[in-house]
């Protein structure tokens, strides 16, 4: 797939409306970049419907009028499921059980994964490919599991307490905004976490901005009965994707990486 190098974005100061605003018209321009997500936002879908037909318990995604409102938001690119399987949910299975559950959460990451690669890899190259795809996996995967370790371990309900654990998590987020794309480019993933800090100073707050508008938008449009997990797919994941490589393009030219990303 040739890109179109005419379809370049209005690098301005890297802020929230410009970035989002170009992402819009890049997608409306590449129409194609909505697939993958799309794609694998349908198999999320499945994947819910599948689950609430399970005897084995599994939260559902509240509906707007019974949540509060929250970020949904994982550090990559992803579709959001409207339904989460408990690690509790787990303990005591039987084999054929414990191993339908845990291949239908494996089925929604690689479906993820494999969107995030074949998407940034065209924004990034040109064209897609899946040669980081093992390495991205493993960073889908990783994220995830931290995810649910903290959600597990996390007291609920802790009010004003939460307030620093919680910035503590929203810096990290940011800190990793550009690790996806760094690893799509090639960069390994100990590095492209390790490396994300430098890639981010100086935009912080704007992709903490970005965080808040991405997050909410997945939010609201998962509260979506049946839909949800497609529309976040569809909709969300493509505008965050094309806004991580809009940074290493602002950054490329307007910042101090005047070079290709270090592999």
Known sequence: MARDRSDAYDRRAWSVVPVLSAAIGRLRRNPSLFAPFAVAGLVLAVV??????????????????????SLEYAGYPTAVNRTVLPLESLVGLEVPSLAWALGLHVLSLLAVALAGVLTLTWL???????????SYLGFVVAIDLVTRFLDWIAPHDMGLFGLGPLAVLLAAMVWLFPAPGLIAAGVSPWTAIRDGGAWIRGDSWSAF???????ASAWLLASVP???????????????AVAIVSLFEHRRRDGPFQSPIDH
Do not use: M, N, S
């Open 48 to 69: 819910d419907a599948l689950r609430l037909r399970d005897p084995i318990p599994a939260l559902e995604y509240a509906g707007i009028d019974k949540a509060t409102l």
């Open 124 to 134: 990034l190259d040109g064209e897609a490919h899946f040669d980081p795809f093992p």
């Open 209 to 215: 901005g970005l965080l808040v508008v991405l997050g």
């Open 226 to 240: 049946i839909a949800g997990a497609l529309l976040t797919g569809a909709f969300v994941a493509p505008v965050h």
